[in-house]
């Protein structure tokens, strides 16, 4: 396979691809089914700092990460993946190796102390995959539902 991760933004999170922005569109709703209006919706998230980039193997869309570089009193100068999925049907062929890969070096040229990501309870085929990739468990996140806007946020 000869993946490479090209940028749909910019480090400010302005769209630099809108082709590639609504390709990833298939992907990217395997793991997010709610983003309804999809490029828009994409690009308001993003025009807040998000990045993103899709992993592209001859001009078709294989995976799709959307992360942000904040500062934390826990974790100091942290990329936070807020999104990295994997068409399901390349999984296991490095595709979310080559993301993580991608995200890990913009971290580190960009001096951050952290790299981290959640991942809903119940999805253990990717908690393997993170284990594999050298992540661990560090904390709970607790989330309590504000607005009905967010509609993919599940509470069980």
Same mark, same amino acid.
């Given at each position: ?30 793991? /997010? ?7 828009? /919706? ?6 807040? &700092? ?81 284990? /594999?990739? &050298? ?22």
């Amino acid at each position: 396979m000869s993946i490479v991760v090209k940028a749909i933004t910019d480090a400010r999170g302005a769209v630099i691809d809108e082709k590639l922005l609504t390709a990833s569109e298939r992907v990217h709703k395997q793991l /997010r089914p709610h983003l309804t209006d999809y490029v828009a /919706r994409v690009k308001e998230v993003c025009a807040s &700092g998000v990045e993103m980039a899709a992993a592209v193997e001859n001009g078709e869309v294989l995976g799709v990460t959307l992360w942000r570089i904040c500062e934390r009193t826990h974790s100091g100068r942290e990329l936070y993946c807020d999104d990295l999925v994997t068409d399901e049907t390349q999984r296991s062929k490095g595709v979310g190796h080559a993301l993580l890969e991608h995200m890990q070096r913009i971290a580190k040229e960009r001096g951050c102390d952290t790299f981290a990501l959640d991942s809903g309870t119940t999805r253990q085929r990717a908690h393997q995959f993170y284990f /594999r990739e &050298g992540l661990t468990i560090t904390s709970f996140h607790f989330l309590k539902k504000i607005s009905s806007r967010v509609t993919g946020v599940k509470l069980t």
